[in-house]
């Protein structure tokens, strides 16, 4: 009976995320070969670049962020040669295993405050969400003395450290955080509603509580519960490497990196339990015969054959120039290398084998799609030569 009612529970969870923009779950279906992988910016190399964002302030700039600690922003440009550092911060990081800087954001404001929303790991124990502003002087320069910490994250082990950044419709900004690493959440922290690890947190930047340098939303599911964080939106992730919103429907989607055997794809909704360590993607993870009460089953979930093992999470396409990807998220895996298209009805195709280390994707001002990988390069997703 407690399968069913899972099974239930969820089906009734996605369709109303679903059925929300109704066009979503009939869309055309791409055409085969129509979509590659095109050097975005050939003569532009990074350090392992692991994020890539771009304020709506009209400067047709990008800026990706380095693993080791540096932001830097060109001019969005092919034949661009020219790159500055916008941000500094290598040497108060540190990077061993999955540390370093590890996401950004720009706030919606940016224009007007010029204020940048910044996750990194100060030390192998802690991680941090720190605001800093840019220059007065200088668009393409951040004050480094400007910092302010907003929120620390204790981080039990190296790994699983999350540290998307993404500021939703609401105006409040949403912050991924893994387990706190080891294997299997070995204390249970993704299950644990008293610490902020193995969630997807939600904080408002604008104003500020009492002994805070902001504020808890007080529509956040656990405001109100007692022994629980009120930061917390959403819980049960075990490494949320990368999460983004549709621009165009506010879904949450959620790419969740998987221990053994499973890699998923979750739409976040506010409470909502992800089930891991209960489960990894649907399977009982800890017990055979596990208790799935309550839990909400990924989207998609695949396994880990043909080298597939750690999923990168995207964004729904959304921009003009790939009609034909309009509507799908587009993701990819870091190991084998592979970029698919996902609808919300589940429907999975594969779009590119591309070999490449895919740390993660982003979008510029026009929402088209890029991604990046550790050889160094941005890559944009372009209609391929056959199609024009």
């Known amino acids: 009976m407690k399968k069913i009612g899972f099974i239930l529970f969820n089906i009734c969870a996605l369709l109303i995320l679903s059925c929300s923009d109704k066009d979503e779950l009939a869309l055309t279906p791409i055409v085969d070969d129509s979509i590659t992988l095109k050097g975005a910016f050939p003569n532009l190399t990074f350090a392992n670049p692991l994020d890539l964002q771009a304020p709506l302030d009209d400067s047709n700039r990008?800026?990706?962020?380095?693993?080791?600690?540096?932001?830097?922003?060109?001019s969005n440009d092919t034949a661009t040669e020219e790159v500055s550092i916008f941000l500094d911060i290598s040497s108060r990081i540190a990077t061993?295993?999955?540390?370093?800087?590890?996401?950004?954001?720009?706030?919606?404001?940016?224009?007007?405050?010029?204020?940048?929303?910044?996750?990194?790991?100060?030390?192998?124990?802690?991680?941090?969400v720190s605001r800093f502003k840019v220059s007065e002087t200088d668009a393409n320069l951040v004050n480094e003395s400007s910092e302010t910490i907003l929120l620390e994250i204790p981080q039990?082990?190296?790994?699983?450290?999350?540290?998307?950044?993404?500021?939703?419709?609401?105006?409040?900004?949403?912050?991924?955080?893994?387990?706190?690493?080891?294997?299997?959440?070995?204390?249970?922290?993704?299950?644990?509603?008293?610490?902020?690890?193995?969630?997807?947190?939600?904080?408002?930047?604008?104003?500020?509580?009492?002994?805070?340098?902001?504020?808890?939303?007080?529509?956040?599911?656990?405001?109100?519960?007692?022994?629980?964080?009120?930061?917390?939106y959403a819980?049960?992730?075990?490494?949320?490497?990368?999460?983004?919103?549709?621009?165009?429907?506010?879904?949450?989607?959620?790419?969740?990196?998987?221990?053994?055997?499973?890699?998923?794809?979750?739409?976040?909704?506010k409470g909502g339990n992800y089930g891991w360590n209960i489960l990894e993607g649907t399977s009982c993870f800890l017990e055979t015969?596990?208790?799935?009460?309550?839990?909400?089953?990924?989207?998609?979930?695949?396994?880990?054959?043909?080298?597939?093992?750690?999923?990168?999470?995207?964004?729904?396409?959304?921009?003009?120039?790939?009609?034909?990807?309009?509507?799908?998220?587009?993701?990819?895996?870091?190991?084998s290398g592979r970029i698919w298209a996902l609808d919300q009805a589940g429907n999975n195709k594969l779009l590119l084998e591309t070999g490449l280390s895919i740390s993660s994707f982003g979008i510029d001002a026009n929402n088209e799609l890029y991604a990046c990988s550790f050889d160094g390069?941005?890559?944009?997703?372009?209609?391929?030569?056959?199609?024009l």
Do not use: M
């Open 62 to 74: 990008i800026f990706v962020a380095e693993k080791g600690g540096i932001i830097k922003v060109f």
């Open 289 to 335: 015969n596990c208790d799935t009460s309550g839990l909400i089953a990924p989207l998609y979930e695949y396994g880990h054959s043909a080298n597939d093992k750690s999923v990168t999470g995207g964004y729904v396409y959304r921009g003009n120039n790939l009609p034909d990807l309009k509507g799908y998220y587009v993701y990819g895996d870091f190991i």
């Open 156 to 232: 039990p082990a190296t790994n699983h450290n999350g540290g998307q950044l993404a500021f939703g419709p609401d105006g409040y900004l949403y912050i991924a955080a893994g387990d706190g690493g080891g294997s299997g959440d070995p204390d249970g922290n993704a299950q644990n509603l008293e610490n902020l690890l193995g969630k997807i947190l939600r904080i408002d930047v604008d104003s500020q509580d009492a002994n805070l340098n902001y504020a808890i939303p007080t529509d956040n599911p656990f405001v109100d519960h007692e022994n629980a964080r009120g930061e917390i």
């Open 235 to 269: 819980y049960g992730l075990r490494n949320p490497w990368r999460f983004s919103f549709d621009v165009q429907t506010n879904t949450i989607w959620a790419a969740d990196v998987g221990q053994d055997e499973k890699e998923e794809i979750n739409l976040i909704a």
């Open 377 to 387: 390069k941005i890559n944009k997703l372009t209609v391929s030569e056959q199609e």
């Open 96 to 128: 061993a295993s999955e540390l370093g800087l590890l996401g950004f954001a720009f706030h919606p404001d940016y224009k007007t405050n010029g204020f940048l929303y910044v996750t990194y790991t100060p030390s192998q124990s802690l991680a941090v």
